[in-house]
């Protein structure tokens, strides 16, 4: 059975400190996709990245990165610099149908930016 | 950009009336899909759709239904609303595997 875990319940940074969202999961499937959504206090989950299981490479989208590594199946999220309108909920995700479809989400990490 | 709008953002009802929450997506996406956030749980799958009157149930289907009847629109329905359905309810609807949210309808019942 599929299982996403984010450890991390609350985290609290200050302003401009890197911050490290946790991401393990568990799939017997060698295909899958991962994702990271975010939740901004409005409510509205906005997607971030999706990987699919054949591709380790980590990426960079300006003060965000992810490190996939497969073999610890974990699928980190870090920070850079981080603001204050960073502070949402951050979810991980799994899915191991090919469309996408029945995503199994982590139970969120509240992150908490102070200025 | 992908819209997907949900009917309500707040919505109270009573024990044991019928709800009714609404989702429109405007991208002619195949597949939609109803969640319930709870505190500590994320998100589950209630239900999901892949095409105009069909279905398949998610993790956690009971004690709902749905109804898809046009490809922008796909109904989750309380058919008789209990306190333990007090929840956030998130629509989302798909894309190459991407899912795009609503902004999610805060359902109390009382």
């Known amino acids: 059975a599929q299982k996403v875990t984010q450890a991390q319940t609350e985290i609290s940074v200050v302003e401009k400190e890197d911050v490290t969202l946790d991401c393990v999961y568990e799939t017997r499937d060698t295909t899958y996709y991962l994702f990271w959504y975010k939740q901004p206090p409005s409510g509205e989950l906005v997607f971030l990245i999706r990987r699919n299981s054949f591709d380790e490479q980590n990426e960079i989208s300006g003060r965000y990165s992810w490190n996939f590594q497969k073999s610890t199946s974990s699928f980190n999220f870090t920070i850079t610099a981080s603001q204050v309108v960073d502070s949402a909920v951050y979810f991980c995700?799994?899915?191991?149908?090919?469309?996408?479809?029945?995503?199994?989400f982590g139970a969120g990490t509240i992150l908490r930016v102070k200025s | 950009d992908v819209k997907v709008t949900q009917s309500s953002r707040y919505l109270v009802k009573r024990t044991g009336e019928k709800v009714f929450l609404e989702c429109v997506q405007d991208m002619d996406h195949e597949n939609m899909f109803w969640y319930r956030q709870d505190p500590g749980l994320g998100l589950r799958l209630i239900y999901f759709s892949y095409d105009v009157k069909m279905k398949e149930k998610g993790d956690i289907p009971e004690g709902y239904s749905v109804s898809r009847e046009k490809k922008e629109r796909f109904s989750l329905i309380l058919e008789s609303a209990s306190t333990n359905q007090t929840s956030m309810y998130l629509c989302?609807?798909?894309?190459?595997?991407?899912?795009?949210f609503g902004p999610g309808t805060r359902l109390l019942v009382l």
């Open positions: 989302a609807s798909s894309l190459m595997e991407t899912q795009y």
């Open positions: 995700a799994l899915s191991e149908d090919l469309y996408g479809n029945k995503l199994v």
